[in-house]
Each structure stands twice: as structure tokens, then as C-alpha cells.
């Protein structure tokens, strides 16, 4: 059976993009600007405060991943106030390299690794789409094994280190989407894999995404009535089956025209049309143009 959140990283493909280690010792304060892509913070030692603009501040201590989305305007400080320091995360050079605030001798009070996530994939509003504004994953004896992992990657630069870093990380995105389907996730693929009920619903639609699914099937896939599955569904996931269904079919669709290169009567049939020109009308309506413009951009 087709697992609907490792369908989902495998369309998105992602892989980190480090930056340097930030560190913290005595009273501090750095002012990131908005830098609009996804960025991650992960806490190797120590704790901070961390202010998201729009958001409570929350403490982050060592063992914790911070996962923003968008990473809007945000600040990270020691839990004693401070004058911070400006930063724009578009224009910093991605050296190697810790970078000091505070005092500067002497052991840091806090460490952590900071970075973004680029992906090889479709673009990061599916991301976007499945997650809150901001996701702090803390108390997870997996999660803390990985965070370990990866500061130890990072700072013992072995053959196949850059490869290694971008695994651990990823594994890391996993972790924090799985943190999410506790009830945290906005509607979407997340919250409605954590409802039992129609988790059996999405996972067949993920594993026979060719099938001419009715809602009616998906209802007694969820052991639910047509009525009490459609509308826990779309409270849930955000919009009806059948307009998940087309989306989720239209994510494949772009990912088989320009990843797998086939044709667009090979997409459309993979995905369950058995009309070229039905495919090609939908995919237009969808995404914005032609199937086949879309495979030669």
C-alpha cells in the first residue's frame, strides 16, 4: 500500500543548503530579515529564544528542529534582551564557519545549525501547504538521535559528508511533517493522515492514483457514510475528494512531464485519463498551461 507522506517527499525531493553555525554567549540578539523559502533551525547545545514575527516567542533548547516554511521576519536571542544585530539571510555568504554573538570568548551558551531546504522537485508551496507558520518539534528521542547525528556531521567534514548532511536532514523534514498530523498541521494531506479514518481514504487514493475513484468508494474505504466521510473530509483535508484527487493527480502529472520526460498521452494515462485532450484540459485549467508547454519549461 502507497504511503501518501513519503509520496509526498519523493515529489518534493528536497536537499539542505547550510549556512553556518550560529552561536550565543551572554546577552544577545540577531534580526533576521524575511528570507521567503523554507528554513530550518537545528539546536546542538544549549537554548535560545526564538521570536517569529506573527507568532508567540518559544524556547528552543538543544535536541529541538524548527522547521518555518516561509521563515518570515525573526528574531534569536538569549532569554535576557538585548540591541540585535541586523541580518539579511538573502545576501549573507553561505561560508563555513560559526558565527559569534555576544561575548566572544569563552564557551558558547547556545549553538545551533541554521539552513534552508532548496528542492529538486516541485516548488516549496506544496511544502507550504501542509505545514503551520511555525513548527517546533521538541521531546522526540528520534529526533534528538538525528539532530546528534547531523553536529557530528557537520563538524567531522568526512568523504561524502555534503551527501550525508542532506539525508540527515531530510530525514529531519519527515520527522516534523509526522510531528504535525498530531491535530498542529493546517487542513491538508497532514491533518488528514492523523484521522484514522480517512487516512484509509488517502492512502488509496496515493496508491491507485489512476482509478476512477467515486467518494462513495472512498467513503466505504473510511468505513464512513457518503455524507459523514465528504464532510469530515473536507473540514479536515480543505477541499472535497474528488478536487484532492485532481490535484494530487496534477502533482504526478508535472512530475512524470518533466522528471520522467514522458509524453503527454503516456502522463495522462498514468494518472487515469483515458482522454489525451480530457488530461490536457484539466492540466491547463490546473496549472496555468499546456501539458506540453509545461514539459519543455
Request: glycine share 10%; with cysteine.
Amino acid at each position: 500500500m502507497s504511503d501518501p507522506l513519503s509520496d509526498v517527499v519523493q515529489l518534493l525531493r528536497p536537499r539542505a543548503v547550510f549556512a553556518n553555525v550560529i552561536s550565543g554567549k551572554g546577552n544577545w540578539a540577531v534580526r533576521y530579515a524575511e528570507y521567503g523559502q523554507p528554513g530550518f533551525c537545528i539546536v546542538l547545545e544549549g537554548g535560545a529564544l526564538l521570536a517569529v514575527d506573527g507568532h508567540e516567542p518559544i524556547a528552543i533548547r538543544a535536541g529541538d528542529f524548527v522547521l518555518l516554511p516561509t521563515t518570515p521576519p525573526f528574531t534569536l536571542s538569549s532569554f535576557v534582551p538585548a540591541p540585535p544585530v541586523f541580518i539579511d539571510p538573502k545576501v549573507v555568504p553561505r561560508e563555513q564557519g560559526e558565527r559569534r554573538h555576544g561575548e566572544q570568548d569563552g564557551l558558547p551558551d547556545m549553538r545551533s545549525l541554521g539552513g534552508a531546504f532548496m528542492f529538486d522537485g516541485t516548488d516549496a508551496g506544496l511544502l507550504v501547504s501542509l505545514l503551520p507558520a511555525v513548527v517546533h518539534v521538541q521531546g522526540c528521542s528520534r529526533l534528538m538521535r538525528l539532530v546528534q547525528m547531523v553536529g557530528e556531521e557537520y563538524e567531522d567534514r568526512k568523504p561524502g559528508n555534503e551527501y550525508m548532511l542532506s539525508r540527515l536532514v531530510e530525514m529531519l523534514l519527515v520527522e516534523a511533517m509526522r510531528w504535525t498530523t498530531a491535530g498542529s498541521a493546517p487542513p491538508g494531506l497532514l491533518r488528514g493522515l492523523g484521522d484514522e479514518r480517512l487516512a484509509m481514504a488517502l492512502t488509496r487514493i496515493h496508491a491507485r492514483i489512476d482509478h476512477p475513484w467515486t467518494v462513495a468508494e472512498l467513503a466505504k474505504a473510511a468505513a464512513l457514510s457518503r455524507s459523514t466521510f465528504f464532510d469530515r473530509f473536507v473540514r479536515t483535508v480543505g477541499v472535497p475528494p474528488m478536487e484532492y484527487l485532481l490535484a494530487r493527480r496534477m502533482q504526478v502529472a508535472k512530475d512524470l512531464l518533466r522528471r520522467d520526460e514522458l509524453t503527454v498521452k503516456e502522463a495522462a494515462e498514468r494518472v487515469g485519463y483515458g482522454s489525451t485532450s480530457t488530461f490536457s484540459v484539466a492540466f491547463r485549467r490546473h496549472v496555468g498551461e499546456p501539458p506540453s508547454r509545461y514539459a519543455k519549461g
